[in-house]
């Protein structure tokens, strides 16, 4: 199964943009909805 080799990268990938996302969050003073 494929999906099952894609699924910890997808994981990798999403904690990745969550913390991408957190730090920016951080340097705007919290501007985001997030």
């Known amino acids: 199964m ?15 943009t969550f913390n991408i996302v957190a730090e920016v969050e951080d340097h705007t ?3 985001f909805a997030f």
Do not use: K
């Open 2 to 16: 494929l999906i099952q080799h894609f699924i910890p990268y997808l994981i990798v990938f999403l904690l990745n």
């Open 29 to 31: 003073g919290g501007s």
